[in-house]
T-cell receptor, first 115, second 115 residues
């Protein structure tokens, strides 16, 4: 199973709402990622969890709050978002060991629209 | 930090022709170079990757070449088919730490294969 599963596929929210994006993988990967992708642009790294601990935060605004409840799950909590936060949010996972870089597997993404 | 440039931004070929996409990177410590294909409304899918101890890798109609001295790598698709139409991203990363692989993406190439 080389799947990263993301829910929901589509989400529309108002600027005062609180919502969450969810991601799950069962490949035994110990690194999980959140990326943001705007139209016609490459994915932009937001957060990385390594062994369930936050290891990278790319200066993301606090209205985005990541959570890694266990080694298979990754959440992104959304609160008080702005219309410019509308984008495709991608989850990914990988497993690197020692000096050997592991492949990054992406989910299909959650399309977020902020009204 | 690492910077990855990708050319061309758009590429149109006739079915059956070859397509070549080129990337250059700046960080001489980078040692892993994956290529992703992203179809409309989907997440990026890894199609091939190459590590710095290898100069060329082939998988059916897809090949990647790496020139470490010049710091550039290329994707070659032969006998293109309409289903090859998508956005292609190159990426580069340094050796991992822990389980983490921090990819730096190129800007993407929109490939259109005309039937």
């Amino acid at each position: 199973d080389t799947e990263v599963t993301q829910t929901p596929k589509h989400l529309v929210m108002g600027m005062t709402n609180k919502k969450s994006l969810k991601c799950e993988q069962h490949m035994g990967h110990r690194a999980m990622y959140w990326y943001k992708q705007k139209a016609k642009k490459p994915p932009e790294l937001m957060f990385v969890y390594s062994y369930e601990k936050l290891s990278i935060n790319e200066s993301v605004p606090s209205r985005f709050s990541p959570e890694c409840p266990n080694s298979s799950l990754l959440n992104l909590h959304l609160h008080a978002l702005q219309p410019e936060d509308s984008a495709l949010y991608l989850c990914a996972s990988s497993q690197s060991t020692g000096v050997v870089t592991g492949e990054l597997f992406f989910g299909e993404g959650s399309r977020l629209t902020v009204l | 930090g690492e910077n990855v440039e990708q050319h061309p931004s758009t590429l149109s070929v006739q079915e059956g022709d070859s397509a070549v996409i080129k990337c250059t990177y700046s960080d001489s410590a980078s040692n892993y170079f994956p290529w992703y294909k992203q179809e409309l409304g989907k997440g990026p899918q890894l199609i091939i990757d190459i590590r710095s101890n290898v100069g060329e890798k082939k998988d059916q109609r897809i090949a990647v070449t790496l020139n470490k001295t010049a710091k550039h790598f290329s994707l070659h698709i032969t006998e293109t088919q309409p289903e090859d139409s998508a956005v292609y991203f190159c990426a580069a990363s340094r050796p991992p730490w822990g389980a983490t692989n921090k990819l730096i993406f190129g800007t993407g190439t929109l490939l259109a294969v005309q039937p």
